[in-house]
């Protein structure tokens, strides 16, 4: 990049107002989401996914709580884009769970792929699944390395490694597999798969032939590592639309495909492959079930359905009517009609007006019998589609009694003014509700200004619970509920709705803040206790100790600002800094002692917290060797035979906490001397 003509450019303040104006629009054309630079404090996992490891550090410098969620995304992220460097410093700066071994049930699949598994990253073997399925070698090999006597799940990863479409990964996870049992006795977490399915799914000949030579030298003790026969290797080449090794099975492996012939064949017409289906055909593969044709009306496959009248014997089930009007597919409808397709039910025709799908709906009515019943209307109603409705009205006799149509939410307006010219409604406060809760404002004032239902105080609660503040503001403008109350506030302050907590204090007066104010400690709202702080008073804060609770929650932006600004409102407890130390929250510990008094300070040492079960476990579990090393510098002088009992602990339970285990070391040796 030339530096002098990126400064020339951004020093002018027109083209550079003109630029990162269209930075926005640029993102929303792209359909992706932009930060102002301000708002990544809260959002280290963008941070991460763009690799400003520098950033990201200061980022986490700050003292502000982070949920597991956001720790587990942001390490997503260093495994996906950054470096290994970024990622080792995440371990210990989240203080990773260095010691559990699998979380049952954790691994499921993804919505889209059937061996596409998610991982919470919130312990070692699930960070090491992730880094395999993301082609990170350099972080493999530093996790295997580092952390030696951690029992990795070598199973899953080996079941895991061809989704890295990597040779390398596979091989790596081949040779380490333990050739002992001790690291196969593993519940499998929720994995189903063979290395054998994987490894097809991918279409990676070289990898399974590199697999099958390493089954038939017999690499592996226990032989269920590498069990061919008992995986869906033709199923899973399927699913990943590999024709070529769907040849290469047929040529090699044939008699895998007669263990689940049915299965087989379904699966080509699953996912929508008719070259493979022929190709199993030729070969042999014969075998189907019901399901064969459901699946190619499913995926609109009129070729597939026409090539099986001609050369199988497969019967078309009593579904496909149905899987052919719900999706809207006219041409496939009316060969099926035409073909002896059997529905004996009115849920084509329901299935139809479901979706939207008019033409469907009209061509069932003229050339089948069964009709449509009563849910059709419901469908319709439900969906917004008022040309079917008005359809429906104008050429059939179904019709929907007021009983049933009570428990029917309508979410368009013009389908709603609709239904008040044609059909009997009672509408209840569950309407209203409902159109609060989508954010609906349209339906709101419909129902409100014709009085069709009683709104209650409770739907400005909801409109605030689910941040909709049009609603609120309109609902409080238009007269219909005259006043705000305590419990909107504390809504909108627990949601950190800033502008919804001014517009509502703007328009009210006498509105307690005890609980608003606890809302914010609790929350982390600094900014809307900012603000709510001119209107407090000396009872508002009587309630609570808010130091204590901004401590629970480890607020520590909030404690500070409190200390600062609020003196009344609390105590600097004993509890507080237990609180701290049990949560590992260093900078948060320290500040509670400096600013706790001496009496406190000398319970602090006296008590100390070495001396508890529920305090050390933790600590050594999660490695937090920064506080272990604090807590013996500032407390009482502690026994030898103590500190050589932790050093036996970590030693015996806690294996990877090297770090805490040479502080403890490191203690002993300054009280021999």
């Known amino acids: 990049m030339d530096t002098n003509k990126f400064l020339l450019v951004f020093k002018n303040s027109v083209l550079n107002k003109l630029i990162f104006n269209q930075v926005t629009s640029i993102s929303s054309i792209a359909g992706q989401k932009h930060y102002k630079w301000k708002q990544l404090e809260d959002y280290p996992h963008i941070l991460a996914s763009h690799n400003y490891f520098e950033h990201l550090k200061l980022c986490l410098a700050s003292t502000k709580n982070r949920k597991d969620e956001c720790k587990q995304l942001t390490i997503q992220m260093a495994i996906r884009f950054g470096d290994l460097e970024m990622l080792i410093y995440l371990l210990d700066r989240f203080k990773v769970d260095l010691h559990t071994i699998i979380i049952p049930r954790e691994n499921v699949t993804s919505d889209k792929s059937p061996v596409i598994f998610h991982e919470s990253c919130s312990y070692l073997n699930s960070i090491l699944c992730f880094a395999l399925q993301h082609r990170r ?245 439900e969906n917004g589609h008022l040309d079917v409705l008005k359809w429906i009205y104008d050429n059939r006799t179904e019709r929907c009694s007021e009983a049933v149509l009570k428990d029917i939410r309508i979410s368009r307006i013009d389908v709603l003014e609709w239904v008040l010219e044609n059909q009997p409604k009672v509408f209840s406060t569950k309407d209203l509700e409902f159109a609060v809760q989508k954010g609906y404002l349209d339906i709101v004032q419909l129902l409100c200004q014709k009085k069709m239902v009683e709104c209650r105080y409770e739907v400005m609660n909801l409109a605030a619970t689910y941040q909709h503040f049009h609603i609120v503001k309109w609902l409080f403008e238009s007269g219909v509920i005259s006043n705000f109350q305590e419990s909107t506030v504390n809504v909108a302050t627990s949601y950190g709705n800033y502008e919804m907590v001014q517009y509502i204090m703007q328009n009210s007066s006498g509105i307690p803040l005890s609980y608003p104010v606890i809302f914010c400690v609790v929350h982390g709202c600094l900014d809307i206790l ?144």
């Open 530 to 673: 900012k603000y709510l702080t001119p209107m407090i008073t000396r009872d508002t804060l009587s309630h609570r100790n808010h130091f204590d609770l901004a401590v629970d929650h480890q607020n520590f932006d909030i404690l500070q600002w409190l200390y600062e600004n609020l003196p009344d409102c609390g105590l600097i407890t004993i509890t507080s800094f237990n609180q701290a130390v049990r949560n590992g929250n260093l900078p948060l510990a320290k500040w509670i002692y400096e600013n706790i008094n001496e009496k406190k300070i000398e319970s602090i040492k006296k008590y100390n917290v070495f001396d508890r079960d529920d305090f050390v476990e933790p600590l050594f579990k999660q490695n937090q060797y920064e506080m272990i090393e604090y807590l013996l510098e500032i407390l009482n002088e502690i026994p030898k035979s103590d500190l050589e009992d932790y050093k036996k602990l970590l030693e015996l339970k806690y294996q990877n906490s090297v770090e805490s285990l040479s502080v403890i070391n490191k203690a002993i040796l300054k009280s021999s001397k």
């Open 137 to 381: 070698v350099d972080i493999i090999k530093y996790l295997t390395n580092r952390f030696k006597k951690y029992k990795w799940n070598y199973r899953n990863a080996l079941i895991l490694a061809p989704l890295s479409g990597s040779l390398e990964i596979l091989m790596y996870f081949v040779e380490n597999f333990p050739k002992d049992n001790r690291h196969v006795k593993f519940e499998n977490g929720g994995i189903k798969i063979t290395v054998f399915d994987s490894a097809a799914y991918m279409g990676r000949l070289d990898m399974i032939e590199y697999l099958l030579e390493k089954r038939l030298a017999k690499v592996f003790r226990y032989t269920e590592v590498l069990d061919l026969p008992s995986s869906k290797i033709f199923e899973f080449a399927i699913r990943g639309g590999h024709l070529h090794l769907v040849e290469y099975l047929l040529n090699n492996h044939k008699s895998l495909a007669f263990k689940n012939e049915y299965r087989v064949l379904d699966s080509a017409s699953e996912f929508n492959r008719f070259d493979i289906v022929k190709l199993l055909f030729n070969h042999g593969i014969k075998n189907y079930s019901m399901e064969f044709l459901d699946y190619a009306v499913k995926n609109g496959n009129l070729e597939l359905l026409k090539w099986s009248r001609a050369n199988t014997n497969a019967r078309l089930s009593n579904n496909v009517l149905s899987i052919a009007a719900l999706n809207g597919d006219l041409e496939c409808l009316k060969w099926l009609n035409q073909n002896g397709a059997e529905g004996y039910s009115t849920i084509p025709m329901d299935n139809a007006a479901k979706n939207g799908h008019l033409e469907c709906f009209k061509y069932l009515h003229f050339n089948r019998t069964e009709g449509c019943s009563q849910n059709a209307i419901l469908f319709a109603l």
